[in-house]
């Protein structure tokens, strides 16, 4: 089990007792501890000898224990990356001596450090990694890259700094002194003050899925990651690896959405705030699909070819190419998520300030609908027309048709937008395919009635319904379409498992729903972290970990069932 940590600039993925992957200065910059990728790629590990028992919880939010049991006794890691800091702080207390692999390699596993006393400096950059501690035991240095710990207990730390005049161990900071214990007991009172308990079912599973929603987020901007990593495939020892560590539009506004589900109004705010800033005059109000969690325009997609991937698993990509596609679905999960912002805290002020741009994105939409794009699974094969990308523009004009009838204007798209439903309709027949001739139906169809296109029991609605039941469910999860551009689509998705979840709760078929969640919880094991796809044969995740929106969703399931009980 992976396990994930964050403190909103950046975040890093440990494998037991390893750090394996760590990007700095921020989530999408190069990783120096890059294992998670390649076994040759860099970690940051506390190497116990022979373990005979482990296991991992948050016993707080966003801070990892990990306990470790050996025939020479017992040892406590608890692994954090505190507020405001590029740093992680691993605080030990072991009965048993032990070792200390620190092996920072820089941009992503390619350029070997350069070794100064207990730094590591980049050869081709100016930045630089240290190794620091304050241990109450003995300390060794073995080798270049291994420290060897008498039992004892303390801090060890990866510190990284931009320029290797800025950082510890520098004549800068020499006179200067420092403290692990302080930033490592403030961020626990962060993340408790963060996400007080909460009594709710499934509690475990809410409290971390709030967790990685908070996590994603880039605190400066308000952009959040759809994912932390970078590659990890939809299935193993395949090429289906993709950069996720970017602010699509869709999955901000689904976070967004789910906080405002949570109460955390403020935070979904900040989102909004970010996704506001891009929206242009001078062409599709989200030009682009995905920008950077700073919000500006994303890089090119790459390879990685140095990288072996995970599990063989190649190419490593960095960028996402999908930013080159025209995505029409994504305009409607903004203004779905603007509008219930605005019914909940009934802010006019705020909605006024963002009128012109409300008010554009609809008429682009009213425009523009007859276009064909790639979807919202961002198939990279010929553009369609998407039914659920119709439904989605329609989401747009009705919200902002909302809006302006609450502020006592006229909805001046609600021509447009019952021509596009008529078509929809139209085009669907008996149900709603994946597009226009096609024999296929696809899992995105599930949230129409969750954004009040249809209701949950209209007729073509429950023929669908029937035909995903049928057709893409497995082993009681939901698989997005049959196949692809690409081949078969082989594992569950778990957004859309949870978007049906979604539908039979508000079918009244909450035992159904109750079933699906706890499936989730069990296999999301003793950290209650989902992943993007699910290996039905194995349990395992594929795809990039943790997936923000999945956990988004079990937010707004878990608070759909509470308020529909």
Request: glycine residues 6%.
């Amino acid at each position: 089990m992976l396990g994930f940590i964050s403190n909103q600039i950046t975040s890093a993925i440990i494998d037991g007792t390893s750090v394996v992957w760590f990007p700095v200065p921020k989530f999408d910059s190069p990783s120096i501890f890059s294992k998670l990728v390649d076994e040759r790629g860099g970690e940051f590990s506390v190497v116990p000898g022979k373990v005979t028992y482990m296991a991992q919880e948050y016993r707080d939010p966003m801070v990892l224990t990990t306990y470790v049991e050996t025939d020479q006794g017992k040892m406590v890691i608890q692994d954090l990356i505190p507020i405001g800091e590029t740093i992680i702080i691993r605080r030990v207390e072991s009965e048993f001596p032990f070792r200390v692999v620190f092996n920072p390699i820089f941009h992503y596993g390619l350029y070997r450090p350069v070794p100064d006393g207990n730094r590591r400096i980049n050869p081709r950059g100016r930045d630089c990694v240290a190794f620091l501690y304050e241990y109450d035991g003995e300390v060794e240095m073995e080798s270049d890259d291994v420290w060897k710990f008498s039992s004892g207990k303390g801090y060890l730390v990866a510190n990284y700094s931009s320029d290797a005049k800025h950082g510890p161990l520098s004549e800068r900071t020499s006179h200067l002194s420092l403290d692990f214990s302080r930033p490592f007991e403030k961020t626990v009172e962060y993340w408790r003050r963060s996400l007080p308990k909460s009594r709710i079912y499934l509690e475990d599973l809410y409290t971390t899925s709030l967790a990685v929603l908070l996590g994603s987020i880039y605190a400066p901007s308000g952009g959040p990651v759809a994912s932390p990593t970078t590659s990890l495939p939809e299935v193993i020892g395949g090429s289906r690896n993709w950069d996720y560590r970017f602010a699509w539009v869709r999955d901000s506004s689904i976070i967004a959405e789910s906080l405002l589900d949570a109460d955390y109004v403020v935070k979904a705010r900040d989102i909004i705030n970010f996704l506001l800033s891009l929206i242009n005059f001078s062409s599709k109000p989200f030009f682009y699909p995905l920008y950077t969690v700073e919000g500006t325009i994303p890089p090119p997609e790459r390879k990685l070819p140095w990288l072996s991937g995970f599990r063989g698993s190649r190419p490593v990509r960095v960028g996402n190419g999908a930013s080159t596609q025209v995505q029409l679905d994504v305009e409607g999960f903004f203004m779905a998520t603007l509008y219930k912002y605005f019914e909940k805290t009934g802010d006019r002020v705020y909605i006024y300030d963002a009128l012109e741009k409300i008010f554009y994105l609809a008429d682009w939409e009213a425009e523009n609908w007859r276009m064909k794009d790639s979807g919202i699974w961002e198939d990279r094969g010929e553009p369609q027309h998407y039914i659920h990308s119709k439904v989605m523009m329609w989401v747009a004009m009705d919200r902002a048709g909302k809006i302006a009838s609450t502020l006592g204007m006229q909805d001046r798209w609600k021509d447009a937008r019952e021509e596009l439903r008529s078509w929809i309709l139209e085009q669907s027949g008996e149900y709603f395919p994946r597009y226009p001739g096609s024999d296929q139906v696809d899992a995105s169809i599930l949230s129409a009635p969750l954004y009040d296109f249809v209701d949950v029991n209209d007729k073509v609605f429950l023929n669908t319904l029937r035909r995903v039941e049928r057709d893409l469910v497995k082993d009681g999860f939901v698989k997005r379409y049959v196949s692809d551009f690409m081949g078969e689509a082989k594992h569950p998705f778990l957004l859309t498992t949870l978007w049906l979840a979604r539908i039979y709760i508000r079918l009244g078929e909450t035992g159904k729903a109750r079933d699906l969640l706890e499936r989730l919880d069990r296999v999301s094991g003793s950290l209650h972290l989902l992943g993007e796809h699910l290996d039905t044969s194995t349990l395992e995740f594929t795809g990039n970990f943790p997936q923000v929106f999945v956990h988004a969703q079990v937010v707004s399931a878990l608070k759909e069932l509470e308020r529909f009980q």
